[in-house]
C-alpha cells in the first residue's frame, strides 16, 4: 500500500492508520490522547490531517490509511486547526509552567511553543481543584489535566486496576477514583503508569520533585532491582542523582509497563543508612577498618581454617540480588582460591 | 521459564498455581489480565482467594499442600474421559504407563476429598483445559516451598506433558522468579552441584575445564552442601568460616530462633552487604558493597533473559564493587585474576566457558537482553524451550508422584494451617522498600483470617493477636478479609516484628532443601 505524505510517497501495510504510516516515514503529527497499543479514541483532534477528497480535517490516529490516499500533514488549514485547539486548552490551563516539574517535557508546552500560541483568545472558566500530593509518591494536580484521558485508559486497558474513571459531565469532566477518594483510599496500586502516561503536569512524580529539569537529565536505560520479570527502566539521571524511573518505551518484556517498586522504590540506595567502610567486630562491638587490613584478616581467617579443617570448613552463600559476573566471582573464589564446592544462594530457600 | 513473558499477552489459556502473581510480579500479571480481556481464559489453584483468583473463570480453592493430589486427580479425569493429546504423549514422553498406573490411584473423589476441590470442578477444570490449547502453566512459590517442593513441580510438568503444552509458544512450564537475578545466581553456578553453565562438578571433564580456564591444578570433585545444612553446620563447627553476600539470613529462613542461634554459633562470619541487617550483627568482618545503579553488570530474569545494569552512581563512602572484592580476596590468597570489570568477567569468562550463553556479550546486550540458549554470536536467543517436543533428554518424561501431607498439619493445640507468601508494597526483609517510601503504603505486618474464624474467635479488624507455633509467637494486627478460607491464616515476612518466619516450620523438601514456608501448624489468640 502506498499513500501521499507532503507530497512523498510513503510504503505502508493494510490496517494502518495514518498516523502510523506517517511516523513510519519520518513525518512528526504532533498527538496528546494517542497510545500505541490502545484502540485510537480520536477524542484530542491535535493528529488532524487534510485528506485529498474529504472535506473535513481527519484526525490521523484513528484514519486507516488507503492505497493513493494524499494526505497533507503541515498545511495552514491544519496548522491554523491545531493551534486554535491548543488555544482551546490553553484557555483554561495555569500557565505556570515557570514552576511546573513537567517544564520541558510537557506536550501542551511544546505544541504551543511550535505553533507560536502565546495565550487565549477565549479566556473562560477555570479549573480550582485542590493539589492531592497526600502520598510519597504521585502528585495529582487536575487544574493542569487536558482530559486526554490516558491515564484512565493505561489504568483500565493495560495494567487492568481500574482504580480511576471520569465522573462529571462537560467542562466539570474529572478524572477520579470511586467517590473521588484519594489514591491510597482507592483501589490504586501505585505503579504510576498513569504519571508515566500523562502528557501534561497533571501527574507527576512526587520524588523528583526539584531534584532535575527535563533537559538537565541523561536517561540511562538499566533491568529492575526487584522481581524476576526483568522489567527495562529508564533512569533519569542528573549528575549521580536519579531523579525519576520510567519504564523503557518498547522494551522487552515489560513493554513500557512498570509497578510501585520498580517505578518508585529506587532510592533506598541514596540512603545515610548505607554501609560505606569495613568493619571488624572487637570486643562484641563493630570498628571501622582499611579494606587492606579487613581483607587481610578474612583471607588469613580462611587460609588459617583451610589448613586446620580442610576448605571443606569454609561455606558460604551468594546474592540473588547483585549481578551475575558477582555470583560467578563469588563461586569461583570458593572453587578455585577456597577449594570446596560449599557454594549455594537463596534459590532453595 | 520454558517459554516468555512476552507469549502471555496471546495466550490463549492459563492454569496459574500457587502464584500470587499481581502482588509478586504485577507486571507480568498485566499481560495476562491483557489476555483476558481479549477472550483468554484462566484456572487459578490456590488456596487464597487473592487477585488473580477474582479473575479466574474458576478458582480452585485447595487445601494448602494438597496440590499433587489435586493435579493427579485432574490428570485422572484427563486419562480417564480420553482428553490427553495421544500423539504428543506417544511420540514426545516415556515412561507413560507407569505414570498413567499411578494417576489411577488418584481417582477424581479420593483427589476432591484430600484437595477439598468438589469432584465436578476437578472435572469441569479437566474438560476446560482440554479445549483450548495450548495453555501456559505458571507457578511460583506455593508450589516449591513444601517438603513435597520437587514432586509438585513434577506434578505440573506431568500435567503439561499430558496436554502437549510443550514446545510451542504461549505453552509450557513457567515458574515466576522472585528476586531479580535469582535466575541469574544458578546460572553462574552460585550452586553447590554445578559449575556456571550446569555444568557438573562431579564430571571430571568439567573439572578439567575450569581448572584450565581458572588457572588451578584441581578443582574439588564432590557436590558440596546446601544453604540449610550450611547453617546446620555452624553449631558444631563443621562449618567454621561462613561467608554471606547479600543475604539477611537472620529474617528469610524458617524458625528465626533456630536461625539466629546457628548465627550466633559461627566462628567467623562474614558479611557483604549494602545495609547493615539483623544477619550482619553475627558477623565478624562486614564488607561495604556497592548496590545496584553503582556498578556496570547483568542480570538473568525469569524468562532466561539477561539484561544489562547500569552505573549511574558511585558507591558511597568506601563500598566496592562485589566482584573487586571476591578477586581482592583470591589475590591475598595466592590467585591473581585477569578481568577487572564486570564487562571482562562476562565477555571473557562467563560467556566463554558456559556453552548456552556463549552468543551473549555486552555488545550484544546494549538494548532488550538475549534469552539463552544463545550459542553462538549469530544466535537470536530462544524465546521458548523443548521446540516441536524436542527434549534436552530426548523424550519428555513422565514423574509419578504421590501426595503427602505438610509435615506439620493442624492439631488441637494449634488448629489453623499458616502459610506465608509476599505482599505487593513490600519486597523480602525491606532492606529496600523500607528505605524509599514503601512504609506509607505497608507499615506492619498484620495476621490474614477468615471472617469465620474472626466471628469464631471474637477478633475484630485490626485487632492485635498472638499468632503462635511450636517455634515462637508473634503479636500481630488481625486483617479480616475473605481472600483467606476458615482454617487459615496468612502472613508475610516484609517485617523483622510479626515475621511469619519465628512461626515457620525449618523442614525442607529432602532433594531440593526447599524450606516448608507454606504449611505449618498455628494458635490464635486474643490479647
Known sequence: ?349 | MTNSFGEFADAKMFLCIGTNMTEAHPVAATFLKNALRKGAKLVVVDPRRQPLAKLADIHCQINVGSDIAFLNGLMNVIIDENLYDKEFVANRCDNFEAFKAKIMEYPVERAAEISGVEPETIREVARLLATVKPAMLCYTLGITEHTTGKDNVMSTANLQLLLGNMGMPSAGVNPLRGQNNVQGACDMGALPNVFPGYQKVVDQAMREKFAKAWNVEKLPENNGMMMPHMMEALPDKKIRAFYVFGENLANTEPDIHKVEHELASAEFLVCQDIFPTETTRFAHVVFPAASWSEDDGTFSSSERRVNRVRKVKTPPGEAKPNWWIFKEIAKRMGHTWESNSSQEIWDNEVSVLAPALGGIKYSRIEEDGLQWPCPTLEHPGTAFLHRDGMFTHGKGVFNPVDWKAPAEIPDREYPFVLSTGRRLYQYHTRTQTGRSGMNFLMSEETADISPADAQKLGIQQDERIKVRSRRGEVEVRARVTEQVPPGMVWMSFHFREGSANWLTNAVYDPATMTAEYKACAVNLERL
Open chain 1, 1 to 349: 500500500m502506498k499513500i501521499t505524505i507532503n507530497g512523498k510517497s510513503c510504503e505502508g501495510v493494510e490496517g494502518q492508520t495514518v498516523l502510523e504510516v506517517a511516523r513510519a516515514s519520518g513525518f512528526n503529527i504532533p498527538t496528546l490522547c494517542h497510545l500505541a497499543d490502545l484502540t485510537p479514541t480520536g477524542a484530542c483532534r491535535i493528529c488532524v490531517v487534510e485528506v485529498d477528497g474529504m472535506r473535513n480535517l481527519v484526525a490521523a490516529c484513528s484514519t486507516p490509511a488507503a492505497d493513493g490516499m494524499v494526505v497533507r500533514t503541515d498545511s495552514e488549514r491544519v496548522l491554523s486547526a491545531r493551534r486554535f485547539i491548543v488555544e482551546l486548552l490553553v484557555s483554561c490551563h495555569p500557565l505556570d509552567c515557570m514552576t511546573c516539574e513537567k517544564t520541558g517535557d510537557c506536550t501542551l508546552q511544546n505544541l504551543a511553543y511550535e505553533l507560536g500560541v502565546t495565550g487565549s483568545r477565549m479566556e473562560g472558566d477555570r479549573y480550582d481543584y485542590p493539589v492531592d500530593s497526600s502520598n510519597p509518591f504521585i502528585v495529582r494536580d487536575y487544574n493542569k489535566c487536558i482530559l486526554c484521558l490516558k491515564c484512565v485508559r493505561v489504568c483500565n486497558e493495560i495494567q487492568g486496576i481500574e482504580a480511576i474513571k471520569t465522573t462529571q459531565r462537560g467542562f466539570d469532566t474529572k478524572v477520579a477514583t470511586a467517590y473521588d477518594n484519594t489514591l491510597q483510599d482507592s483501589t490504586c496500586v501505585f505503579c504510576g503508569q498513569c504519571v508515566q502516561a500523562c502528557p501534561v503536569g497533571a501527574l507527576t512524580e512526587k520524588k523528583a520533585k526539584g531534584l532535575g529539569r527535563a533537559w538537565e537529565t541523561r536517561k540511562v536505560r538499566t533491568t529492575c532491582p526487584y522481581c524476576g520479570v526483568g522489567c527495562q527502566q529508564e533512569l533519569h539521571v542528573k549528575g549521580e542523582q536519579i531523579v525519576k524511573v520510567t519504564a523503557a518505551e518498547g522494551a522487552s518484556p515489560n513493554k513500557g509497563r512498570l509497578c510501585v517498586k520498580g517505578r518508585f522504590g529506587y532510592d533506598f540506595i541514596y540512603s545515610n543508612e548505607r554501609l560505606t567502610a569495613p568493619l571488624i567486630k572487637e570486643n562484641g562491638s563493630f570498628r571501622e577498618a582499611s579494606w587492606d587490613e579487613a581483607l587481610d584478616l578474612v583471607a588469613n581467617k580462611f587460609k588459617q581454617i583451610i589448613a586446620e579443617s580442610g576448605p571443606d570448613a569454609i561455606a558460604g552463600v551468594s546474592c540473588a540480588r547483585s549481578i551475575n559476573e558477582d555470583s560467578y566471582q563469588m563461586q569461583k573464589l570458593f572453587r578455585a582460591v577456597i577449594g570446596t564446592n560449599n557454594i549455594d544462594h537463596c534459590a532453595r530457600t
